[in-house]
């Protein structure tokens, strides 16, 4: 299996609802490494997993936060959704042959 | 505070010119350069890196310049085509397999 799958693409949340979304590694990749991406800016690292634990976050508060499991997949889970975490989220795989981009998921909070 | 800083928020090129993409970076404990092409509903593709021991990186249509005293990088595209159309990203990590920290990206037009 290569490349990097997300799921859903799309989705639409109420305010204060929680959502949990899902990403597939690369094949040879044991690293995943979330980014949100607001309408008109660049990628933001959320955190990034390698080998199931947490292995760097950015400047995101704790209502976001992930999983990996043993076969790398991995899931970005945020509470309590706000306005402003409408975005693109992007999964990303990677290994010694670098990063691996998902096609992300939509998601907007109404 | 923007570690990456795309300045251009948009670019147009004729078609078969030269396309300079450019990028300063703040954080001098980057030292791996990563430029992605974005295009609608798709992820960032990976197009070109440079490492901070080199100051310049080819493959084919597109080369990197690092001028690491002046923390800043260009991407070249020579010669410009309609495919090129795209939002370009310039990226940087503190090692190879590091967090990558983007910039704001560039919106390029090629025009025919």
């Known amino acids: 299996e290569t490349g990097v799958t997300q799921s859903p693409t799309h989705l639409i949340k109420t305010r204060g609802q929680q959502v949990t979304l899902r990403c597939s590694s690369q094949?040879?990749?044991?690293?995943v490494s979330w980014y949100q991406q607001a309408l008109g800016q660049g990628p933001q690292f959320i955190f990034q997993y390698y080998r199931e634990e947490e292995n760097g976050r950015g400047n995101f508060p704790p209502r976001f936060s992930g999983l990996q499991f043993p076969n790398y997949s991995s899931e970005l889970n945020v509470n309590a959704l706000e306005l402003d975490d409408s975005a693109l989220y992007l999964c990303?795989?990677?290994?010694?042959?670098?990063?691996?981009f998902g096609s992300g998921t939509r998601l907007t909070v109404v | 505070d923007q570690q990456v800083k795309q300045n251009s928020p948009s670019l147009s090129v004729q078609e078969g010119r030269i396309s300079i993409l450019n990028c300063d970076y703040t954080n001098s404990m980057f030292d791996y350069f990563l430029w992605y092409k974005k295009y609608p509903a798709e992820g960032p593709t990976f197009l070109i890196s440079i490492s901070s021991i080199k100051d310049k990186n080819e493959d084919g249509r597109f080369t990197v310049f690092l001028n690491k005293s002046a923390k800043h990088l260009s991407l070249h595209i020579v010669p410009s085509q309609p495919g090129d159309s795209a939002v370009y990203f310039c990226?940087?990590?503190?090692?190879?397999?590091?967090?990558?920290?983007f910039g704001k990206g560039t919106r390029l037009h090629i025009l025919p």
């Open positions: 990303a795989s990677s290994g010694t042959d670098g990063y691996t």
């Open positions: 094949s040879g990749h044991n690293t």
């Open positions: 990226a940087a990590s503190a090692q190879r397999d590091d967090k990558i920290i």
